[in-house]
């Protein structure tokens, strides 16, 4: 089983920044897609970005301003937010699994719990 704890939450004014991390633990081994998705309330879940074996991709809804990285000493996923948008306000949740096909269809077999976003205008 993989176990998979978000950080880093919280409450920032539009324009800053926040990182948020993911921690993966268990049996990650071959555990190789990280994904990143977002909810408001409302919303349907939204896709934000994903890292397999190292290299990111990052939609276009955040590009240019969200960079998702992974140190895999520590066995954790970061999301680096800055120019933060009061549209980003949501519940931040990190996803993973064996493949990236599942991660990309938003249907991963490993859910963190999610952490919290709210940014103020």
């Known amino acids: 089983q993989v176990q998979l704890m978000e950080s880093g939450g919280g409450s920032v004014k539009a324009g800053g920044s926040l990182r948020i991390s993911c921690v993966l633990s268990?049996?990650?081994?071959?555990?190789?897609?990280v994904g990143w998705f977002r909810q408001a309330p409302g919303e349907e879940r939204e896709a934000v970005a994903r890292?397999?074996?190292?290299?990111?991709y990052v939609f276009d809804s955040v590009k240019g301003r969200f960079t998702i990285s992974q140190d895999n000493a520590k066995s954790t996923v970061y999301l680096q937010m800055d120019s933060l948008k009061p549209e980003d306000t949501a519940m931040y949740y990190c996803?993973?699994?064996?493949?990236?096909?599942?991660?990309?269809?938003?249907?991963?077999?490993?859910w963190g719990q999610g952490t919290q976003v709210t940014v103020s205008s």
């Open positions: 890292i397999y074996y190292g290299s990111p």
């Open positions: 996803a993973a699994d064996n493949t990236c096909r599942t991660v990309a269809a938003g249907t991963p077999k490993y």
């Open positions: 268990g049996y990650t081994f071959g555990v190789n897609c």
